[in-house]
């Protein structure tokens, strides 16, 4: 079985500082992707970043970044000059193929607040 | 647009009381999967459907049901059965093995039993 943990609940910054959201993961499956999704208030999931489990190399897109270490079995991500538009609730998810559907296990996700 | 769509944003029902929830979808994608989500917690998965008049129950399907006649629809009912139906719903699809995983979600419908 998946397992996802997000360890932080909620985590407040004032805006312009750099945070980092954690995630770690277990399977046992060698195939298998991960996903961070944002949730604003409106309650959309807003998908973020895929990365599949033979690409280890970090990826960066503006304001964003992630790190993934299959040693740690971790998929961090971090916001540099947080602002007030990044408060969400931050979900990591798992998935394995099984057929032709994917089946995501999320994690309980993580609140960042961004103040002024 | 392409996309997935729920209706109603909200509902309300009475206890006691089926209520079904509209899920569509015009990505052309093969599988649809239902969530539920309550405060706090991450989403959790109801059912999924790999193809037409095809089902698979989630982690947590007791009190719930789903149907798949067509390709673009999988709506949910959530039956008297339900203990604690009042949550935030969330409908999502995804290609199936033509893809890599990634879901596509909807809106969600805010379901409050009074």
């Known amino acids: 079985a998946q397992k996802v943990t997000q360890a932080q609940t909620e985590i407040s910054v004032v805006e312009k500082e750099d945070v980092t959201l954690d995630c770690v993961y277990e399977?046992?499956?060698?195939?298998?992707?991960l996903f961070w999704y944002k949730q604003p208030p409106s309650g959309e999931l807003v998908f973020l970043i895929r990365?599949?489990?033979?690409?280890?190399q970090n990826e960066i897109s503006g304001r964003y970044s992630w790190n993934f270490q299959k040693s740690t079995s971790s998929f961090n991500f971090t916001i540099t000059a947080s602002q007030v538009v990044d408060s969400a609730v931050y979900f990591c998810?798992?998935?394995?193929?099984?057929?032709?559907?994917?089946?995501?296990?999320f994690g309980t996700g993580t609140r960042l607040q961004v103040t002024l | 647009d392409g996309g997935i769509t729920q209706s109603p944003k909200y509902l309300f029902r009475k206890e006691g009381q089926n209520v079904t929830l509209s899920c569509e979808q015009n990505?052309?994608?093969?599988?649809m999967y239902w969530y539920r989500q309550d405060p706090g917690q991450g989403l959790r998965l109801i059912y999924y459907?790999?193809?037409?008049?095809?089902?698979q129950k989630g982690d947590i399907a007791e009190g719930y049901s789903v149907s798949r006649e067509k390709k673009e629809s999988f709506p949910l009912t959530v039956t008297s059965a339900q203990k604690n139906p009042t949550a935030f719903y969330l409908c999502?699809?995804?290609?199936?093995?033509?893809?890599?995983?990634?879901?596509?979600f909807g809106p969600g419908t805010r379901l409050t039993v009074l």
């Open positions: 998810a798992l998935t394995i193929l099984a057929g032709t559907a994917s089946k995501l296990t």
């Open positions: 990365r599949n489990s033979f690409d280890e």
């Open positions: 399977t046992r499956d060698t195939t298998y992707y």
């Open positions: 990505l052309n994608h093969d599988a």
């Open positions: 459907s790999q193809i037409v008049n095809d089902f």
């Open positions: 999502a699809s995804s290609p199936g093995l033509a893809g890599d995983g990634e879901q596509f």
